[in-house]
């Protein structure tokens, strides 16, 4: 291994790459992705399953542990499964995991798993069927067909990812605890970003801070601060004679951009250092130049030295444009 490791220029270690294998997805949640956006990357500047690879190996040479695949929706690129097994079997990767709305899910869960992902977490706003299509424009049963495969698959944790708004799914936060206190689940509460147009107006129209979730939870459960291994940028409380972890993922009332260990890579080749900043640099041309190894290793290296010190989302909520399926959730 490269004994500079990653570190930024803020003393961070970087041991952690979120794959973004494509900016298309099959749902269109209000906040993430508008209705009938058009504008996605063309096919011929997705990195292909070779240039990840290689991408990925290099970052494993720097020092990376842990992959996760994510998108848009990873599950409507051909042929996931075959990629997660490659990134698996890469030396010093040793944690891959995905990020998935698992409308797919049902179908792929068991390839996923011999494929080496051990981890996975899934969007879910809603458990009303109504709220469901309108929050995303599909069907909400899909999503629990694919959940109830990856429990079978035996992946662990599973982790539900409920992204919280006002006047929309802020009611259902205690049901959404009793489901996975029913199945096994870790929850995770996330605060809407201003990510792209849509993000901006749903953080606008109906941003709800956890920190008031969190006080409302307390009226019912007994929750104990906790710790979960792996656990990111969550702060993590334990529902109180049960195994079940909930989440608090608060970019805007509490950021926790001094802990922050991940960068992402883009469908198009494009390393981004932050998703509330713009600070980035772009793989592909360098790939498909004939770069070697070296050059590979000392771009990402580059790329890193360019990670700010934290994101501006409160400061100048219009400065990201890129939705968040462009960049990899
Ligand atoms: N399609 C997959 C999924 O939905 O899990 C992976 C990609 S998605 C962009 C990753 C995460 O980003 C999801 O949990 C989603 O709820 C979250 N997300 C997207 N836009 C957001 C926004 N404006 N604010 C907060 N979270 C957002
Ligand atoms: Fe698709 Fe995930 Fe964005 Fe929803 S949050 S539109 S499922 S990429």
């Not at 952690?16 to 009938?36: A, I």
């Not at 990925?56 to 994510?70: D, E, H, I, P, Q």
């Not at 929050?135 to 629990?144: D, M, N, S, Y």
């Not at 529902?239 to 469908?267: E, K, M």
Request: with cysteine; aromatic share 6%.
């Amino acid at each position: 291994m490269n004994d500079r490791g990653l570190t930024d220029p803020f003393g961070r270690k970087i041991e952690y790459v979120r794959v973004s294998v494509t900016d298309r997805c099959d749902l269109r949640c209000f906040y993430c992705m508008p209705e009938g956006f058009r504008d996605f990357e063309v096919p011929e500047h997705w990195l292909t399953f070779d240039e990840v690879e290689r991408v990925m190996a290099a970052f494993g040479r720097l020092g990376t542990r842990r992959v996760r695949l994510t998108g848009g929706e990873p599950l409507v690129r051909h042929g996931l499964p075959e990629l997660a097994a490659r990134l698996n079997a890469l030396p010093g990767i040793d944690d891959l995991s995905l990020s998935t709305n698992a409308v797919r899910l049902a179908k792929h869960a068991d390839a996923l798993a011999a494929g080496g992902v051990e981890r996975i977490n899934v969007s879910l706003d809603t458990l009303r069927p109504e709220v469901f299509k309108r929050v995303t424009g599909g069907k909400l049963e899909k999503v629990l067909d694919g959940l109830m495969a990856a429990k079978r698959a035996g992946f662990d944790p599973i982790k539900i990812n409920m992204v919280v708004m006002g006047g929309i799914n802020d009611n259902e936060v205690g049901d959404m605890v009793d489901f996975c206190i029913e199945h096994g689940f870790t929850l995770r509460f996330i605060e809407t970003m201003p990510m792209g147009d849509t993000g901006r107006e749903a953080n606008e129209g109906h941003y709800v801070n956890l920190q008031e979730v969190r006080r409302d939870l307390e009226q019912r459960f007994d929750l104990i601060p906790g710790v979960m291994p792996g656990g990111g940028p969550a702060r993590y409380a334990q529902v109180a004679g049960t195994d079940i972890r909930i989440g608090f993922i608060t970019p805007i009332s509490q950021h926790f951009c001094d802990t922050c260990n991940r960068v992402r890579l883009s469908v198009d080749g494009t390393i981004h250092t932050c998703l509330g900043n713009e600070h980035s640099l772009a793989l592909r041309p360098r790939l498909r130049d004939g770069c070697s190894d070296a050059e590979l290793e000392e771009a990402i290296l580059e790329a890193i030295a360019l990670k700010p010190e934290r994101h501006e989302f409160n400061e100048r909520p219009e400065k990201i444009m890129r939705f968040m399926s462009m960049t990899g959730g």
